[in-house]
């Protein structure tokens, strides 16, 4: 079975006002609606089987609308692994983590870029804490501010995991976009998932080829970063730039299966 860890989908209400928050922050313009049927029709088109839909609550306020959106696309379409989301500024984060657990939910994503604080806040622990062992996170790493000034970075999700041994984390962007000579220095090689969105385009191959030298192979996973990118244009790219064999990029593109397939520890039980 393939898989799309790293896809974003929105109401049809909002979708082209993010698409240009998108084009504005990023310099990048979206190929994709950022909607769901279009989401899923570019993963039928790429033979993939399933994906990770992922949204960031930019505020407290944000956080139960946002869940609630996910929680009925998975509802709505079996192909659909939802990713719930929390914001630390919530005081009722506990019970916003709560409900994710009793809905099925196994997965959290956090933008700390878009959801103004910083990964390496100590106010976050209690969060880790309350979710290892029972939710996959999927992080967003990096962007143009160099590390100490950027709210994530390679050095934060290292500290992550040496302040929450046995944390489950997927570092997004190959470990950090444009952070990828930081990544090698602190995060590649280590216990943590990577995915492949929003990397190809922009990364040299001599860094793209010894972040997959250096990194188990099973936890590198195909991610494509839609509405972005579309899925199978990067599953292509994937390809062709480390000149993998048919078998190779399987192997990637199924390798999420030990974290959401069937019996697997995050499989989601909507």
């Known amino acids: 079975m393939r898989y799309d860890v790293h896809t974003h989908a929105f109401h049809p209400k909002v979708a082209d006002k993010i698409l240009a928050q998108l084009h504005d922050h990023y310099g990048i313009t979206p190929v994709g609606r950022g909607t769901a049927p279009d989401l899923l029709e570019r ?14 609550a930019t505020a407290p306020a944000q956080v139960i609308p946002a869940n609630d959106f996910v929680l009925g696309l998975a509802k709505k379409h079996p192909q659909v692994i939802p990713f ?12 916003a983590l709560e409900g994710l657990w009793k809905n099925g ?5 956090l933008h700390p870029d878009f959801q103004s604080f910083r990964l390496d806040n100590p106010a976050l622990d209690p969060i880790f804490e309350a979710a290892r062992g029972r939710f996959c996170f999927m992080i967003h790493v990096g962007d143009r501010l160099p590390p100490d000034r950027n709210p994530s970075c390679p050095y934060k999700v ?12 997927i570092a997004a962007h190959l470990g950090g976009y ?3 000579q930081y990544a090698l220095e602190c995060l590649v090689g280590r216990d943590v998932f990577l995915d492949t969105s929003s990397s190809l385009p922009f990364l040299d191959d001599a860094t793209l080829r010894e972040i997959f030298s250096r990194h188990a192979a099973e936890r590198i996973l ?4 839609y509405p972005i990118f579309d899925p199978g244009t990067e599953a292509a790219r994937l390809q062709e730039r480390m000149g993998m064999s048919d078998d190779a990029l ?3 593109m199924s390798a999420a299966a030990t974290l959401f397939g069937p019996g697997a520890e995050f499989e989601p039980k909507v």
């Not at 719930?84 to 019970?95: I, K, M, N, Q, S």
């Open 178 to 180: 444009l952070h990828w």
């Open 158 to 169: 290292a500290k992550l995991l040496d302040r929450h041994p046995g944390i489950t984390v």
């Open 222 to 225: 195909f991610g494509s970063d």
């Open 43 to 56: 993963l039928a088109r790429a033979g993939i089987d399933r994906c990770a839909v992922h949204n960031a």
């Open 250 to 252: 399987e192997h990637h």
């Open 105 to 109: 939910v196994r997965g959290i994503k």
């Open 84 to 95: 719930g989301t929390l914001h630390p500024a919530d005081p009722e984060w506990e019970e």
